[in-house]
Structure formats: structure tokens, C-alpha cells
């Protein structure tokens, strides 16, 4: 049976072109393979077809302009999707849809607000009012009442019995109008009970001694290199905190990467590194002259300061020193790994992120800042935790308050399972034994102040001003001794305490878990760093410390040896070093480790990019729209098309890739559980558990913590992934530098899109949105690679040589492509352009009919187009000759300048060698006049590789609204400007008279006392 095939509900378009027809007569096709592409001025989409079959009869031809309803192709089909049908099936899987998913959660609460309503109308009358009771205990005896009755349900059926009955109160009160929060912080004790404890199966003596090996070693190491040159700084106290964190994660939970597991993600604090080398050198994976070499990195076999993949590729996978970066990042990498799961391209192996951060460090606003996404998103892989040293660099990071408990309201309000470590063992028999209560209260009052206060003294303090405040809580302690007080431990370095944490993180579902450990800070290191204001930054121990911290942790070294601050490693056949590398066995291998086995990905055929090639004929689009066209075809790429990760922060719509919504869905882990409103049309918001674009809302911050995750996917899964990010320019590297910085640091591979770029091009949108200097940015990267394309087939051989250098021959760089919002005709690529284009710059066009004075035109993105236009003024009306140059990258220029000019130096005797510059320029006459829409440094940077006279214009100061031909004159880089800029440079030059361009000033109505640009 023939059916016809026509154009669905396309949304405001009428009178859509068509651009490309992917069927013949005769192909036999599948239900949702595209028939044809249409494109608006703003987007283009592919339409599929409704049913299988075979394709009867095309009714369209390419250039045809089609509207809803409009018959596309006739198709030899079984079934028949009228509208009729359509209609019903929308009935049916509506009605579906609702009893589907009225959730018998759901109901329970329509059905208690509906008796809340009906009880509320019995109440209103007999409703009394009470004194209020200011929040101090009016009534004792009752208040006794009901804790008896509370320990009765406890001790009869258990916990959870009494927290339903609880909750059944607390929802009685607010359904009186009581408004406070009851649960999100709990008393200032641990979250998990003695009782359900799960039992560490390691022998705690052994660990001990390691630990303390560990110990020694990290801060031999800070305090050895600056010794050798008190430059080079170093940390110990932080690692001193977080010794036993790291120890039980390493002996019990955290597998390694191997052959049969694909490893779990470890983001160590910064701060921590020295911890990481001296446990390394006890497995003998850095020798002891690497650890000599801490912070000295210039030469061989240096260690980096902190973790950093580009300096350590072979050990540090996640760079988190930059504060606030390595829990954001974590987050979109545990998402990012449900992604690959549920698309289908991992396997699920319950491996788990898990990230250290300091309780300062969560001031950042990254590093809270996505929580909500990590519950929402029920990331159950996720899990932080936060060494709650209650220090800072310059002092108690909530001296007044506590932050473990304003940390526990936050994360627990975000969806989050809280645990707390707070206490000890040694404080359980206490704890048991305050019958009265006041122990726990005395802990909830007492503020981080205090608590750091007590460990910088000793346990008579203690005893005093702890314990001391109440007489009942003096005699809990009489029978013990300062140093038993003392001895009070605190939960963090406590590893019985903080493997019952892991171990309940790990098994918790559907949340992710955060871990509040309370620590010291400089654990150990006594009178000169324990608990101390400055013990950050304290590298230098002296010999007494030394010592100190030696006996402290029976390090077995002789006092000669301590003096000599030598590492410590026992034999190979001793118990520590056979425990501890049958633990990391046992656990598949070593971390931190950083490898890749992940296969290249095989770049695509050339037809892909046949059709940007050519000349758009009369069309006129933007580089962004070539762009969004560009990735559409490489969706039909067979290797290409599953790894391409359309990554947008809430912005598809103004670069026109709507269109992917429903061709590739948008990712959403629990489905699409609603009819989305446009579920009619053709770029509906389909949201899918197999989606493959990541509509990341209007973060950049999260939506570069996607381009990490997926650019580092060929390490941290083995599976090279291409991550398109695609952004408002000037929201990108103004805006998230550091975390692009991080993506080079990571050795990211994937692409940047600044759309709408050029300070003049956006036009519009004014000041803070107009960017002219984020390819200034992009310079400062080193591993970036950055072009400003005017044309479709310049971003085509600049995209596709992308795809072989990173995913094909895998190298360690990132692109930033800079793409605009002006529609213009594209030309046809000219022959042999192909190197010039990469290389940064290649001859466009001649203007050689008079054959006298002749000019260097080099032009760079939209202002390019300005400079053809000059070109043509100049030829004609001046009679002067010009080259146009099109610039694709002043960046590149710059960087082979540099390196030409380097080696030049460093080759004095030797002939020297031209830079690329030179290389084009140097046969050519005429000054240099050189003009892009971004700030002139952009075109100054190759300055110094040429000889010849050079004038650079650009879009320096603030942009501001306006029409793109009024910015263009307001920056001075319009065609008339640069004909007059032009024509008294060749004055100067005194290559023609000043005449020209006196003329050229009154002729375009240049106004001579307007400010310079950059002072308005
Ligand atoms: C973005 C950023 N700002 C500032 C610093 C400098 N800095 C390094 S450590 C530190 C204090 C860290 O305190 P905390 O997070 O509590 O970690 P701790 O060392 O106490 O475990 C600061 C301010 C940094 N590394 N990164
Ligand atoms: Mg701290």
C-alpha cells in the first residue's frame, strides 16, 4: 500500500527550504530514518519518516520550500498513520501514561492532604491557643513523659519504629501551622550507632604501623625539600588530618582499574598529594630520590606539587587544587558515568566516585553548588568526604558555629545520606554511660572554636572546660586520668569508626552519600602544628618537632637519622609491606594510577563534510548554523555518531539545535515521565534514559564539568568520547577559565563552540554579552588549539583535522573554534587552501588589475567579510591592489612565530628559518593591515613575525546594543573605516598622498573627535 510521507508540525516555520534529500526511489528505509533536511535562517532538522518501507516516488527536489503538511516522498508501506489514528494512539498512550504514573507515593499524599483538608474544617473551632514556649522547657515533667514513652518504642521495636512514630508527630505539628524543619540536623554525635557498626576485617595493628610510616614519610618529604630551598613550600597538616581517611580507603574499599574492573574514581584533596607519594614509595611505585625531588619538577623524575595529570600522566588522574573544582567535577563524572551506562556504551559495575575535599573548600560555591544535581540525578556512585579539620588557612573555618552541622542541614536539604564521623571509639562507654543527657548537649553547644581550642592543649584543659561546665559531667570523668582524657579521639582518626562509614556509603542506593569527618588538623605534630592557627602553612619542623613526631608515631629511626630527616621504608619481606600490597592486590592494583586502553575512534569518511564544501549558492547562514549542520551529518557517521556528546547550558534553541532533542533525545536518567507540551512537533523536548545530548540548564560551570568528564573518558573509561560543547561566547572562558584550565591540566579532548561571537556580530545584546577577546583567552592554554573561522569549509577542515588529531591519533589537545551569529553566503573552498587553513592563514583573494601600490589584507571571522568589501572600495574607487588574506587563527600564527623565532635564537651560526608568517608575507608588497572582531592584541600577536609595517584594528573597550553596521563604525573595523585606515597607512608609508584619505574621512562621515572606543 502507497503512503505519503509529509512534513509534521515544524513549530513558527513556514516556507522551510529544503537543503538535502537522503533517500532514493526504490531504498527500502526504517521508521524514523530522515527523508529529507530543512532549514530556517535559524536551525535546520532532519524529518523521518513515520513508517518502514520502501520509497515509491520523491515529490520534492533540494531548494524546494515546504510547510507543515507538505508531501514529502511516497512510501510503500504496511501501515497507514492517518491523523485519525494518530489522534487515538495520543488518547490511549495518554490515559496510559497517567495511570502509569500516578505513583502509589503519590496518591498516599492526595490522600492525606485531602483528610488534612477535611480535619482542618473540623479543628477551626475548637482550636486553643498555648503559651508559647521560647524554646526553654515549660513542662519538664511532660517532657519526661514523653521520652519514657520514646524508649519504650525503642527499646521494644527498634529505631526505625520510633523515627515513623516521630515522624507522624512532626507532621501533626505542621499540620497545625508549625513551620520549623525538624530533621535535617541531627544531634552533634555520630550518625551511626554503635550497634550497627559494620567491623573493619583489617588487622589494626599492622595498618597503624603503616599508617604511621605514611605519615612520617609525607611530612619527611615537605619538610626535606625545604630545607634544600625554602621556596618550594609544601603542606603537612592537611595530610596529617586526613592520614586515616585515606588509609581505610585504601586498605578495604577503593578498587583499581585492571583487565576485569573498570576501577574506581578517587579525587584527592589537593592538599593531601604528600600522602598519595609516601604511600606509593611504601609500594614501591616511587623511589626515594623521586620523593627527594618533591615541588621540583624541571628536572627528571620530579614530583608535582599537587595532582596534576599533565605533569604526572601516568599517576594523578583529577586536578583538584584549584578549590571548588574537584567536587564539582566529581559530580558530573558520576553522572557522566550513569550516562555511558545508560546509553548502553559501559557496563554497570557498581564502581563509585569518591572525593575528598576540605570543610573550607565548601565556601566555594562550586563545590556545593551541583549538589542538588548529584540527588537528583540519585547519584548513588557519588561519594564525598569532607575532612572536617575545622581549620582553614588563616584559622577556624566556623569559629562561632559548627560547620558539620551546617554542612549536615545542607546536604541532607539537598537530598543527600548524611554521615557523620564525629566521635571516636574511646567516647562510646561515655556516651552510654550520660544517663542525663548533658554529655550530648554539652557537645551540641559547644562551637568550632572551642573544639579547636581543646586540641591545641591538653586534657586538664579539657577536663576543665569541657567536662567542667556541668558538675554531672565532671564526675563522668573523675575516675580518668588527663592523658585518658586526652585520649578522647575524634571520629575521623578512628578507623574502625570510619570504615563503618565507607562501608555504609558504598551500599547506600538511590542517593549519594557525603561523609562528615571530624579531624585535627596537623594530627601529631603537637606543640608546633596540632590544631593551631597557623598550621597550614607550616612546611618547617625542627629538629625537636622532629623528634617529637618521630616517638609520636614509632617511626623506628635513630635520632641521627631523624636529623638527617631520612624516609623510612621497611624491607620488602616485612609484615607492613606485605600487608599493604596484598590489600591493593586484593583490590586490583594501585592508585592513584592514570592509563588508557581505549581504542581510537576511526575518523569519518569524507563525504561527510562534502556538502560544506561547496558554495551555499544564494543561501546565507552563520558559521553557527554550519556548525549545527556539520554535526547533523556526522550523526550519520556510523563510528562517529554514538560518541558525539552535544553538551548545551539552556541554549539550543539560539544556536538553532533544537533539532537534536528528538532526532538523538536529551539524557534524562529516570525517562521522560510526562507528554511534553510540543510532542506533536518536530524538535520536541524529548527527554530520554538513552538520550545522548546533555541539556545541562543554565550552568557553565556544569556544563564544563561535562566536557571534562566526557573528554577524559578514554581514560577514566577507556572509551573515547567526543564532547561538543557549545556555548554563548563570552559565558565560556570569561567565565569558566579555571575549570578550562583543569580540562588542559586533564589532557581533555573534545571541542569548545564560542557561538555568537565578535563584539559587533552579536549585535544586539550588549556589554556583558559581547565577546572580543575570548580567543585571547583560549591563547593562554597551551594544549588549546583555537580558531576564528569565517566560512563553512574553513570550519569543516578545521573540525574534521580535530577529530583525526584527537580521537583518531589521540593526541592531548582541545579545540576552541569561535563560531557567529551573521548569515552570509559561503563561497566554495578554494583549491589547496587545506594547510593554509590549519596552519592559521592562506591567500583568499587578489586584487591585481592596477599593479601599482599594493596592501596586505588580513581579516579574521566576520570582519573578514568587511575586509573583501574594503578590498573592492579600495580596487575600484583607489585604484589600489590588495591580497586578502583569511586568518583562521592568529592563535596558531603566533605559536609557530615563537617556536620559529626560538629556534633561530638557539641557532645563531644557522641560516634562519621563516616563520609561516613570513613565509606568506614576505614575497608580497604593501604594508600589513590586519583586522578581526576581537580586541587588536588578537591580530598583534604576529606582529613580530613579519618585517613590513602593520596596523591592527579591532574591537577594544566595552560592546554595547546596537545594529552590527553601527558597532562596526562605533569600533572602526566597518569596510569604510578600514578603506580609510587603509589608505593613511600607504600615506604614512608615503605611498600615496594624504589627499585620499583626507577624502575618504568627509566621504564616510568619519568623525575625528569621537573618543578611541576603549574610553566610552
Ligand atoms: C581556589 C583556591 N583558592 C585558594 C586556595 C589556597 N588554599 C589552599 S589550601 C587553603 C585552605 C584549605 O582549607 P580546607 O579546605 O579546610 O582544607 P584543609 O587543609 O584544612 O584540609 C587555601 C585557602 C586554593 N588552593 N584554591
Ligand atoms: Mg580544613
Not at 569543516?796 to 580521537?807: C, N, P, S
Request: proline share 4%; hydrophobic share 35%.
Amino acid at each position: 500500500m502507497s503512503n505519503q510521507i509529509s512534513v509534521p508540525d515544524i513549530g513558527d516555520f513556514e516556507s522551510v527550504e529544503i537543503i538535502e534529500i537522503l533517500v532514493k526511489p526504490g531504498e527500502i528505509i526504517k521508521k524514523n530514518d530522515p527523508i529529507v533536511t530543512l532549514e530556517s535562517d535559524k536551525s535546520s532538522v532532519e524529518v523521518p519518516s513515520p513508517f518502514d518501507g520502501k520509497i515509491l516516488k520523491l515529490k520534492v527536489k533540494i531548494g524546494d520550500k515546504v510547510s507543515k503538511g507538505s508531501v514529502l516522498a511516497l512510501i510503500e508501506s504496511e501501515k497507514i498513520e492517518t491523523t485519525e489514528t494518530l489522534k487515538e494512539k495520543k488518547e490511549v498512550k495518554k490515559e496510559r501514561y497517567i495511570r502509569k504514573n500516578i505513583q502509589p507515593e503519590t496518591e498516599k499524599i492526595i490522600k492525606q492532604a485531602e483528610s488534612t483538608v477535611a480535619q482542618e474544617s473540623l479543628k477551626q473551632e475548637k482550636r486553643k491557643i498555648y503559651a508559647q514556649p521560647n524554646g526553654a522547657d515549660v513542662d519538664p515533667v511532660e517532657t519526661q513523659e514523653w521520652l519514657d514513652s520514646l524508649n519504650a518504642v525503642l527499646s521494644k521495636d527498634g529505631a526505625d519504629r520510633a523515627q515513623y512514630i516521630l515522624k507522624k508527630l512532626i507532621n501533626e505539628t505542621y499540620k497545625e501551622g508549625s513551620s520549623q524543619s525538624l530533621t535535617r540536623i541531627t544531634p552533634y554525635i555520630n550518625t551511626i550507632s554503635v550497634s550497627s557498626e559494620a567491623k573493619s576485617p583489617g588487622d589494626q595493628n599492622i595498618e597503624r604501623r603503616i599508617r604511621s610510616l605514611i605519615r612520617w614519610n609525607a611530612a619527611a618529604m615537605v619538610v626535606k625539600a625545604n630545607k634544600k630551598n625554602p621556596e618550594l613550600g609544601g603542606h603537612i597538616g592537611t595530610f596529617a588530618s586526613a592520614a586515616t581517611l585515606y588509609d581505610v580507603g585504601m586498605n578495604h574499599f577503593w578498587r583499581a582499574k585492571n583487565n576485569k574492573f573498570g576501577g574506581d574514581l578517587i579525587y584527592f584533596q589537593g592538599h593531601s598529594a604528600p600522602g598519595m607519594y609516601a604511600r606509593a614509595f611504601l609500594e614501591g611505585r616511587l623511589t626515594a630520590s623521586q620523593l627527594e625531588n618533591f615541588r621540583q619538577e624541571v628536572g627528571v623524575d620530579g614530583l608535582s606539587s599537587y595532582p596534576h595529570p599533565w605533569l604526572m600522566p601516568k599517576f594523578w588522574q583529577f586536578p583538584t587544587v584549584s578549590m571548588g573544582l574537584g567536587p564539582i567535577l566529581s559530580i558530573y563524572q558520576a553522572r557522566f558515568t550513569k550516562y555511558l551506562i545508560n546509553r548502553g556504551l559501559i557496563k554497570d559495575e557498581n564502581r563509585k566516585i569518591w572525593t575528598f575535599l576540605g570543610d573550607g573548600e565548601t565556601d566555594e560555591p562550586e563545590s556545593l553548588g551541583a549538589i542538588s544535581l548529584a540527588s537528583r540525578e540519585k547519584l548513588d556512585n557519588l561519594i564525598f568526604v569532607i575532612n572536617c579539620n575545622l581549620q582553614r588557612l588563616d584559622g577556624p573555618v566556623r569559629g562561632n558555629g559548627k560547620i558539620i552541622q551546617e554542612l549536615e542541614g545542607i546536604f541532607r536539604g539537598a537530598g543527600w545520606n548524611v554521615i557523620k564521623v564525629i566521635w571516636g571509639s574511646y567516647w562510646d562507654q561515655l556516651l552510654s554511660k550520660d544517663k542525663t543527657g548533658l554529655l550530648i548537649k554539652r557537645m551540641n553547644e559547644c562551637v568550632d572554636g572551642e573544639y579547636q581550642a581543646f586540641k591545641a592543649n591538653d586534657g586538664s584543659y579539657v577536663r576543665e572546660k569541657f567536662f567542667g561546665k556541668y558538675p554531672e559531667l565532671k564526675d563522668l570523668v573523675s575516675s580518668m586520668t588527663d592523658r585518658d582524657i586526652w585520649k578522647l579521639n575524634r571520629g575521623g582518626h578512628d578507623p574502625h569508626k570510619v570504615y563503618a562509614a565507607y562501608d555504609e556509603a558504598i551500599k547506600t542506593k538511590g542517593k549519594p552519600t557525603v561523609i562528615l569527618a571530624k579531624t585535627i588538623k596537623g594530627y601529631g605534630m603537637g606543640k608546633s602544628g596540632e590544631s593551631i592557627n597557623i598550621t597550614h602553612q607550616q612546611k618547617k619542623l625542627g629538629e625537636e618537632d622532629l623528634l617529637y613526631y618521630r616517638d609520636r608515631f614509632d617511626i623506628p629511626l635513630t635520632d641521627k637519622q631523624v636529623r638527617n630527616i631520612e624516609f623510612y621504608k621497611p624491607n620488602e619481606k616485612s609484615e607492613e609491606i606485605k600487608y599493604l600490597k596484598e590489600r591493593r592486590m586484593k583490590l586490583g592494583g594501585n592508585l592513584p594510577e592514570r592509563t588508557s586502553y581505549a581504542k581510537s575512534i576511526k575518523k569519518p569518511a569524507k563525504d561527510i563534510f562534502e556538502n560544506m564544501l561547496k558554495s551555499s549558492g544564494s543561501r546565507e547562514m552563520s558559521t553557527t548554523m554550519a556548525l549545527v549542520r556539520m554535526l547533523t551529518n556526522l550523526l550519520r557517521d556510523k563510528n562517529i555518531a554514538p560518541r558525539l556528546v552535544p553538551i548545551i547550558p539552556d541554549e539550543a534553541r539560539t544556536f538553532g539545535m533544537e533539532g537534536f532533542f528528538r532526532k538523538i533525545g536529551i539524557y534524562a536518567h529516570e525517562g521522560q515521565k510526562y507528554e511534553p507540551e510540543d510532542s506533536e512537533q518536530l524538535s520536541s523536548y524529548r527527554e530520554d534514559k538513552k538520550g545522548q545530548v546533555l541539556e545541562e540548564g543554565i550552568t557553565e560551570t556544569g556544563a564544563m564539568s561535562s566536557f571534562i568528564a566526557a573528554g577524559t573518558s578514554y581514560t577514566n573509561h577507556d572509551l573515547e568520547m567526543i564532547p561538543v560543547y557549545t556555548f554563548y561566547s563570552m559565558f565560556g572562558f570569561q567565565r569558566v577559565m579555571d575549570l578550562i584550565w583543569a580540562a588542559g591540566d586533564s589532557q581533555t579532548r573534545g571541542f569548545l563552540i564560542g557561538a555568537t561571537s565578535g563584539r559587533t556580530t552579536l549585535a544586539g545584546e550588549g556589554l556583558q554579552h559581547q565577546d572580543g577577546h575570548s580567543q585571547l583567552l583560549a591563547a593562554t592554554i597551551p594544549n588549546c588549539i583555537s580558531y576564528d573561522p569565517t566560512y563553512a569549509y574553513e570550519l569543516a577542515i578545521i573540525f574534521q583535522d580535530g577529530l583525526r588529531r584527537m580521537h583518531d591519533k589521540q593526541e592531548n589537545i582541545f579545540y576552541y573554534l569561535t563560531t557567529m551569529n551573521e548569515n552570509y553566503k559561503h563561497p566554495t573552498m578554494p583549491k589547496n587552501c587545506e594547510k593554509g587553513i590549519l596552519k592559521g592563514m592562506y591567500l583568499l583573494k587578489e586584487f591585481k588589475n592596477k599593479g601599482k601600490i599594493n596592501v596586505q589584507l588580513l581579516g579574521s571571522g566576520t570582519i573578514l567579510r568587511e575586509m573583501i568589501f574594503a578590498a573592492e572600495i579600495l580596487s575600484k574607487e583607489y585604484n589600489i591592489d590588495s591580497d586578502v588574506w583569511s586568518v583562521t587563527s592568529f592563535n596558531e600564527l603566533r605559536k609557530d612565530g615563537m617556536k620559529i623565532e626560538r629556534k633561530n635564537l638557539l641557532n645563531p651560526a644557522e641560516k634562519p628559518e621563516k616563520s609561516y608568517v613570513e613565509k606568506c608575507l614576505s614575497e608580497k608588497d604593501g604594508p600589513i593591515i590586519a583586522a578581526s572582531d576581537y580586541m587588536r592584541s588578537f591580530a598583534d600577536q604576529i606582529r613580530p613575525y613579519t618585517s613590513k609595517s602593520f596596523y591592527s584594528f579591532g574591537t577594544d573597550g566595552y560592546g554595547r546594543s546596537d545594529s552590527r553596521k553601527n558597532l562596526r563604525k562605533f569600533f572602526e573595523v566597518d569596510k569604510e573605516h578600514i578603506v580609510t585606515y587603509t589608505l593613511s597607512a600607504l600615506a604614512k608609508e608615503q605611498l600615496v598622498p594624504s589627499s585620499n584619505a583626507i577624502r575618504a574621512i568627509k566621504k564616510y562621515k568619519i568623525d575625528k573627535n569621537k573618543l578611541n572606543p576603549i574610553l566610552l
